[in-house]
């Protein structure tokens, strides 16, 4: 029933909505002053003597009023005790006026206390009105049958209060109680909800029926949350959060905020902080070229690259909608900022040796981020010969077009799996590292020993360096969006062995290292970030499951919500990822990266290779092409597909 009346009102234009308000306001003023005359002189009918112009007063000193301290610009639905307050000023200044003119006037039939009493049931009839209308259009109800989910919000500041104010506008949940880590507010109440202690919430759950848990502790340090993660991951509810202060920062939070537990929250461990120096320090000022800008390590560099002030920023991708959306995003960042950055979108290959010389001739980039590559294990698998041309010869390729026209450093984007590869992917991106030390420990390098042209030397004065890392978590083929999507339609959450465990780190990480590691180069090192322990995907798995409020089904739980299914291990697949193929790391200059010089293939000896594996390549012909990478890459070969499989026998 109420909805046929709401309904037609919440569809109503804006003017429209503010014109039958100020009319409310205008008839309440008019209200008022009968009722001051009735109350004072036990007056109802017609005004009389000089009475008519207080009925003219009113609403002629009301209406400015309101319009000044913004009162018709409030969304009822979302009105609160700020609201409220700018109500009671503008009728306080209202009152003071009115009766000051009362004074001065002298009307006869107008008692001097008719300007105190007319205000104050103004201000009450105002505030009421905007009451009813708030609860009134809002369907507000404590205990609404509609609602979707029962709530706690962790945390009793104001992020939780202000997320608790905006729950009353919508039916989705109930909003039970807040827990507090406080214990000065644990027993007291807000608005007259509950404020329980940690330990009170696994009761609360069962008796009150909980579904959902809100984080709203934006600010807090990410080791405390963890522990407040891992303590509700064993409880029958689905737990979120709220944004970050930056994103709360502009006012009012809606349900549609709340979001599903950060990327860091699923990794267990915080963040490696980046050194601003080093970030810095090739980037300020200089022209800086990234390949595969539209990647999830790609873009990500561009945004981080773009707040260190360069003087120009290129962005290479053969990926038209990518480009796009990229520089899109970036031309925002850039306006939001204030920064006097040109952004260059630039399409083409890294394949394409000729686009490639032809940008870098023209922009002279002073530092090159090579993160364009093919990663997927299995697609690069079944796809030798493209992965080849892209991850080996796309990394040559953007290597010699910087040498040819002096960049001063490359950094090569790597992946662990390039450490004693089972798959074709790892070992072309060991390739690609190979093909770099090869031509860092070169002062002068013939690439005639590869294509035959005889005026191939180029004379080396770039620093090149490659940065390797495990697997980036909410990348695109990341397991982390793969869990999430499965979660959504309900399962089975897909694992490919029970023992699988894998490095993770965020995307601004990962990126971090690359920026951060050319920085610190000197030529030919790899660097790698010490990420922690490995881990287990059967138990990120779990974890995600318990966090979204389901259980999971097993043989000790038949009856659970979830399924994780083990598939079995791709063609190429590891059961665990390494990050060095040597010993004893060396340290440098930020604690959390090491540096390893592993060995290599001197470029005249390296070069013929290269032009071999090229004839492969250009054939498809997938035998020869495992028979070089089994030649070259250590711990590679033909038969480390099979070595994989047998790993299921561990």
Same mark, same amino acid.
């Given at each position: 029933?109420?909805?046929?009346?709401?309904?037609?009102?919440?569809?109503?234009?804006?003017?429209? !909505?503010?014109?039958?308000?100020?009319? *409310?306001?205008?008839?309440?003023?008019?209200?008022?002053?009968?009722?001051?005359?009735?109350?004072?002189?036990?007056?109802?009918?017609?005004?009389?003597?000089?009475?008519?112009?207080?009925?003219?007063?009113?609403?002629?000193?009301?209406?400015?009023?309101?319009?000044?301290?913004?009162?018709?610009?409030?969304?009822?639905?979302?009105?609160?005790?700020?609201?409220?307050?700018?109500?009671?000023?503008?009728?306080?200044?209202?009152?003071?006026?009115?009766?000051?003119?009362?004074?001065?006037?002298?009307?006869?039939?107008?008692?001097?206390?008719?300007?105190?009493?007319?205000?104050?049931?103004?201000?009450?009839?105002?505030?009421?009105?905007?009451?009813?209308?708030?609860?009134?259009?809002?369907?507000?109800?404590? !205990?609404?049958?509609?609602?979707?989910?029962?709530?706690?919000?962790?945390? @009793?500041?104001?992020?939780?209060?202000?997320?608790?104010?905006?729950?009353?506008?919508?039916?989705?949940?109930?909003? *039970?109680?807040?827990?507090?880590?406080? +214990?000065?507010?644990?027993?007291?109440?807000?608005?007259?909800?509950?404020?329980?202690?940690?330990?009170?919430?696994?009761?609360?759950?069962?008796?009150?029926?909980?579904?959902?848990?809100?984080?709203?502790?934006?600010?807090? $340090?990410?080791?405390?949350?963890?522990?407040?993660?891992?303590?509700?991951?064993?409880?029958?509810?689905?737990?979120?959060?709220?944004?970050?202060?930056?994103?709360?920062?502009?006012?009012?939070?809606?349900?549609?905020?709340?979001?599903?537990?950060?990327?860091?929250?699923?990794?267990?461990?915080?963040?490696?902080?980046?050194?601003?120096?080093?970030?810095?320090?090739?980037?300020?000022?200089?022209?800086?070229?990234?390949?595969?800008?539209?990647?999830?390590?790609?873009?990500?560099?561009?945004?981080?690259?773009?707040?260190?002030?360069?003087?120009?920023?290129?962005?290479?991708?053969?990926?038209?909608?990518?480009?796009?959306?990229?520089?899109?995003?970036?031309?925002?960042?850039?306006?939001?900022?204030?920064?006097?950055?040109?952004?260059?979108?630039?399409?083409?290959?890294?394949?394409?040796?000729?686009?490639?010389?032809?940008?870098?001739?023209?922009?002279?980039?002073?530092?090159?981020?090579?993160?364009?590559?093919?990663?997927?294990?299995?697609?690069?698998?079944?796809?030798?010969?493209?992965?080849?041309?892209?991850?080996?010869?796309?990394?040559?390729?953007?290597?010699?077009?910087?040498?040819?026209?002096?960049?001063?450093?490359?950094?090569?984007?790597?992946?662990?799996? @390039?450490?004693?590869?089972?798959?074709?992917?790892?070992?072309?991106?060991?390739?690609?590292?190979?093909?770099?030390?090869?031509?860092?420990?070169?002062?002068?390098?013939?690439?005639?020993?590869?294509?035959?042209?005889?005026?191939?030397?180029?004379?080396?004065?770039?620093?090149?360096?490659?940065?390797?890392?495990?697997?980036?978590?909410?990348?695109?083929?990341?397991?982390?969006?793969?869990?999430?999507?499965?979660?959504?339609?309900?399962?089975?959450?897909?694992?490919?062995?029970?023992?699988?465990?894998?490095?993770?780190?965020?995307?601004?990480?990962?990126?971090?290292?690359?920026?951060?590691?050319?920085?610190?180069?000197?030529?030919?090192?790899?660097?790698?970030? $010490?990420?922690?322990?490995?881990? !287990?995907?059967? $138990?990120?798995?779990?974890?995600?499951?318990?966090?979204?409020?389901?259980?999971?089904?097993?043989?000790?739980?038949?009856?659970?919500?979830?399924?994780?299914?083990?598939?079995?291990?791709?063609?190429?697949? +590891?059961?665990?990822?390494?990050?060095?193929?040597?010993?004893?790391?060396?340290?440098?200059?930020?604690?959390?990266?090491?540096?390893?010089?592993?060995?290599?293939?001197?470029?005249?000896?390296?070069?013929?290779?290269?032009?071999?594996?090229?004839?492969?390549?250009?054939?498809?012909?997938?035998?020869?092409?495992?028979?070089?990478?089994?030649?070259?890459?250590?711990?590679?070969?033909?038969?480390?597909?099979?070595?994989?499989?047998?790993?299921?026998?561990?």
């Amino acid at each position: 029933m109420t909805n046929q009346f709401t309904q037609p009102l919440l569809k109503l234009t804006r003017p429209v !909505k503010r014109f039958v308000v100020v009319t *409310l306001d205008l008839v309440l003023s008019l209200i008022a002053v009968w009722a001051s005359f009735y109350l004072r002189l036990d007056q109802s009918g017609l005004p009389q003597f000089q009475q008519k112009y207080v009925y003219l007063l009113a609403p002629v000193l009301a209406f400015p009023l309101f319009v000044y301290f913004g009162l018709y610009r409030a969304i009822f639905r979302y009105t609160g005790m700020a609201a409220l307050a700018s109500t009671a000023k503008a009728v306080g200044i209202y009152g003071v006026t009115f009766f000051g003119l009362l004074l001065l006037l002298k009307l006869d039939g107008v008692p001097r206390s008719v300007g105190l009493i007319q205000p104050m049931l103004f201000f009450l009839l105002v505030g009421a009105s905007r009451a009813v209308a708030k609860f009134w259009l809002a369907g507000w109800s404590g !205990k609404s049958r509609h609602a979707e989910g029962r709530l706690l919000i962790y945390g @009793a500041g104001e992020a939780g209060v202000q997320t608790a104010s905006a729950l009353g506008a919508v039916r989705q949940f109930v909003l *039970l109680g807040f827990v507090d880590d406080d +214990k000065t507010k644990v027993g007291g109440h807000i608005n007259g909800v509950d404020i329980l202690s940690p330990e009170d919430v696994p009761d609360a759950i069962e008796r009150l029926d909980i579904t959902d848990i809100l984080l709203a502790m934006p600010s807090l $340090d990410r080791s405390r949350r963890n522990a407040i993660i891992a303590r509700l991951r064993e409880l029958p509810v689905h737990v979120r959060t709220l944004p970050g202060m930056v994103d709360l920062a502009s006012g009012r939070v809606t349900v549609h905020d709340f979001q599903e537990l950060d990327i860091e929250d699923l990794l267990g461990r915080a963040p490696v902080p980046p050194d601003a120096e080093l970030l810095a320090r090739n980037l300020a000022g200089k022209t800086v070229l990234v390949t595969g800008a539209g990647g999830s390590i790609g873009s990500e560099l561009c945004r981080q690259i773009l707040l260190e002030n360069p003087a120009r920023l290129l962005l290479v991708e053969h990926n038209e909608f990518g480009l796009y959306t990229v520089h899109r995003e970036l031309e925002g960042l850039r306006a939001e900022h204030a920064l006097a950055v040109e952004v260059v979108p630039l399409l083409g290959s890294v394949g394409n040796l000729g686009r490639l010389r032809e940008i870098c001739e023209l922009y002279r980039p002073a530092t090159v981020f090579h993160a364009a590559a093919y990663k997927h294990v299995p697609l690069v698998e079944s796809n030798p010969s493209e992965g080849v041309l892209n991850n080996v010869y796309g990394t040559l390729n953007a290597a010699r077009a910087a040498m040819e026209t002096g960049a001063e450093s490359f950094v090569l984007v790597s992946t662990d799996k @390039a450490v004693r590869p089972t798959n074709v992917m790892g070992a072309t991106k060991r390739m690609a590292e190979l093909v770099l030390q090869a031509i860092a420990a070169s002062q002068a390098v013939d690439f005639g020993l590869m294509d035959g042209q005889a005026n191939g030397v180029v004379h080396n004065h770039t620093v090149f360096a490659m940065v390797r890392f495990g697997n980036v978590l909410g990348s695109s083929g990341s397991v982390v969006p793969l869990f999430r999507r499965q979660l959504l339609e309900g399962g089975p959450l897909t694992v490919t062995h029970e023992k699988v465990t894998r490095y993770f780190m965020t995307i601004p990480e990962a990126a971090q290292l690359v920026l951060q590691a050319g920085a610190m180069a000197h030529g030919g090192e790899v660097f790698v970030l $010490d990420m922690g322990q490995p881990v !287990k995907i059967m $138990d990120l798995a779990r974890r995600m499951v318990q966090l979204s409020g389901m259980t999971v089904c097993d043989d000790q739980h038949p009856d659970g919500d979830i399924e994780i299914r083990v598939t079995g291990l791709r063609p190429g697949e +590891k059961l665990y990822e390494e990050l060095l193929i040597g010993d004893n790391p060396e340290g440098t200059a930020h604690e959390r990266i090491m540096k390893a010089r592993e060995d290599y293939v001197p470029w005249p000896e390296f070069a013929p290779v290269l032009a071999s594996m090229r004839v492969a390549a250009d054939q498809s012909d997938e035998k020869q092409i495992k028979e070089i990478l089994g030649r070259q890459v250590h711990g590679y070969g033909p038969q480390a597909e099979g070595k994989a499989a047998n790993a299921l026998l561990v």
